[in-house]
């Protein structure tokens, strides 16, 4: 039966999956962007919003985050200024804090530094009142800024303003020349006073003094702010008990029989070495404990340095490894030349004296040190000719007595480097 065309097997084909979709990203909501903020008048209104800006920083929250903490006894409040600029400016802003806190507090910052700059720029010009400096000791008693010509011993270390202006400002103790300085102030920037109120004994604004370097004048001190060692100390601040401490005085001891004469000429000092007191020894300056501590550190060696050294010790360990090598070398001769007088007087071509003999001569020979062969340099007497050096080695140490036959087994190159 004729069968028809085979057909090809069914292709089982698997339906196509439909493809994955990515996960979709998770977008965040972005911010809004704040309002833009229109330019702030600050001088509207006589400078209104200046003087409530300077009023805010004067609170205490504002004042300890701004410039620190005055006394010990205050605690912080752990803002940043950051937030505290953004504070002052809901006070003094609301409408504009409501829309745009961000800008308002980036502008209450900029401010707030220009009227700091402003206060240490003013603030320079009564540094120099009264037309320089007085020394230390021309004023006796705080707040005493006029001088005199009956003041105290100078210092030339330490100096001082002429005249110091309270955070009141200017008093009656005040000289003219200060008030006028303080006058030209307030119209050229009216802030200063009120600033002045909080920021006159502030460190990191006004620092209490200056030092300057060691020069050909020496070292110079410049109190910008009232030292407070200069106050007056009560008696009523120390104990009783130490202020009523009395010191035993010793009576000065004089011979009996040696009599008290008294010359009508003056007497030469006598110059005694101060000794310290209670036992306490001198101690030295910061300057020569510092040049103690730089002659006692040794200083570092270079990089050729160490090369050198570490070529010294290979050397002197070379050295002495061939020092081993040549006395076992010289040994091992020894014991050969013995074995072969050994051998001789068996043969009977050796007596016994003269073996004895033979062997005290080559015990001697190796157990002495060798000798450094000795080189003689020649110069050619032709002038003009390059230097030729020819150089020879007397070996008569290691050779026996002059007229003697070299011994059997011996080596004149032996014993020397």
């Known amino acids: 039966m004729a069968s028809g065309p085979r057909r090809s097997p069914r292709k089982h ?3 196509k999956k439909a493809p994955k979709k990515a996960p979709a990203k998770k977008t965040r909501g972005k911010k809004q962007a704040e309002p833009p903020l229109p330019p702030i008048d600050w001088k509207a209104d006589e400078s209104s ?3 409530a800006l300077v009023g805010r920083m004067e609170v205490k929250e504002n004042r300890l985050v701004l410039f620190g903490k005055d006394s010990t006894d205050e605690n912080t409040v752990g803002d940043s200024k950051v937030v505290c600029y953004k504070r002052m400016g809901a006070d003094i802003m609301p409408e504009y804090f409501a829309t745009s806190p961000n800008t308002v507090g980036r502008r209450i ?4 530094e220009w009227l700091i700059r402003q206060y240490k720029k003013y603030s320079k010009k009564l540094q120099v009142t009264g037309g320089g400096l007085r020394k230390d000791g021309d004023c006796d008693e705080t707040g005493d800024t006029s001088g005199g010509a009956n003041d105290g ?3 030339a270390v330490h100096q001082y303003l002429a005249c110091y202006i309270s955070k009141e400002g200017p008093d009656h ?8 300085i303080w006058a030209s102030i307030i119209k050229k920037f009216p802030f200063f006073p009120a600033l002045h109120r909080f920021l006159a004994a502030r460190s990191n604004i006004v620092p209490p003094m200056v030092t300057t370097g060691v020069g050909p004048a020496g070292r110079k ?3 910008l702010q009232p030292p407070t060692q200069r106050q007056v100390i009560s008696d009523d601040l120390i104990d009783p008990a130490l202020r009523n401490m009395t010191t035993p005085r010793r009576a000065k001891s004089l011979p009996a029989s040696s009599p008290v004469s008294i010359s009508s000429s003056e007497p030469s000092p006598i110059k005694r070495d101060i000794k310290p007191v209670g036992g306490q020894t001198t101690r030295l300056s910061s300057f020569e404990q510092g040049m103690a501590k730089v002659r006692s550190h040794k200083p570092r060696q270079t990089f050729e340095e160490s090369l050198i050294g570490l070529q010294r010790e290979m050397m002197v360990a070379a050295n002495a490894r061939e020092d081993v090598k040549l006395q076992h070398a010289r040994e091992e001769i020894r014991m050969k030349e013995i074995d072969q007088l050994m051998k001789m007087h068996s043969l009977g071509l050796l007596t016994t004296e003269i073996l004895g003999e033979r062997i005290k001569i080559v015990n001697a020979k ?3 040190p060798p000798t450094p062969v000795k080189r003689r340099r020649s110069i050619s007497p032709v002038a003009g000719s390059s230097k030729r050096h020819r150089y020879t080695a007397s070996s008569s140490s290691f050779l026996g007595s002059p007229g003697s036959s070299p011994q059997p087994g011996s080596d004149s190159n ?3 480097r």
């Open 13 to 15: 084909t698997q339906p």
């Open 49 to 51: 919003l200046v003087w």
């Open 109 to 112: 910052k900029l401010k707030t």
């Open 153 to 155: 011993p100078t210092d």
């Open 173 to 180: 103790d005040s000289d003219d020349r200060a008030k006028n």
């Open 221 to 223: 001190v410049v109190h």
């Open 366 to 368: 190796y157990n002495d």
């Open 414 to 416: 032996l014993g020397s």
